[in-house]
């Protein structure tokens, strides 16, 4: 059975420091992954998708893959306080167009 | 530019009672659709997966079930709620290039 694990958190960082996210998958054939940014009683919204071994960086974001280790990341640099919000992870094999494995979320609470 | 729109927003239903969700999709030809459900505090749920006009995958067994009567319209029903039925339901698309995309959600209450 695939599967996507996250820690549930609640993870609190200080205002202006660096979030780290972690997730870590079950199914070697996974291709691509993916980071929903939910807010509370709001539907997820897409914030990064990284299909390839290394770093992907967009603005205060970066996500990270590592398949032979089965790990994915999502870095957060100068969290905000909008920053704070349930983030999950999800992997999928066919770049998005397919039926995705999500993990429980993890709750991440920026304090001022 | 691909938009979804799920409706209602909200909704409160009597046990018993009859369900209509409705999700449609514009910007976008043959996209795959899914419906999920959230419980409170949980994540989320695949209840079902269509790949084009009428072809559903029923990912869980329950009580509700799913119609795609056109390429971007999916639809939600039950025929009798119960008081488990209660959680976020969210409509989401994908298609080429296009990694899933989620509606605004429905919150639905039963009493």
């Known amino acids: 059975q695939k599967e996507v694990e996250q820690n549930s958190g609640p993870l609190s960082v200080p205002e202006g420091a660096i979030a780290s996210l972690n997730c870590t998958y079950s199914?070697?054939?996974?291709?691509?992954f993916f980071w929903y940014r939910q807010y509370s009683g709001k539907s997820p919204e897409l914030i990064m998708f990284?299909?390839?071994?290394g770093d992907k960086e967009d603005g205060r974001f970066t996500a990270q893959l590592n398949k032979a280790s089965q790990y994915v990341s999502l870095l957060i640099r100068d969290s905000q306080p909008s920053d704070s919000a349930t983030y999950l992870c999800a992997g999928g094999s066919n770049f998005g167009n397919e039926k995705l494995t999500f993990g429980t979320g993890t709750r991440l609470t920026i304090i001022p | 530019s691909q938009t979804i729109h799920q409706w209602p927003a909200t909704l409160v239903q009597p046990v018993g009672s009859p369900l209509s969700l409705e999700c449609t999709v514009e910007?976008?030809?043959?996209?795959?659709l899914y419906w999920y459900r959230q419980a409170a505090g949980r994540g989320l749920q695949l209840l079902f997966y269509s790949v084009g006009i009428g072809q559903i995958s029923s990912e869980v067994p329950q009580n509700l079930s799913a119609s795609r009567p056109q390429d971007r319209q999916f639809i939600l029903s039950s025929k009798k709620l119960l008081l488990s039925d209660s959680g976020f339901y969210l409509c989401a698309f994908s298609g080429s290039n296009q990694p899933q995309h989620f509606g605004d959600g429905t919150r639905l209450s039963i009493l």
């Open positions: 910007g976008t030809s043959n996209p795959n």
């Open positions: 199914d070697r054939g996974s291709q691509s």
């Open positions: 990284i299909y390839s071994n």
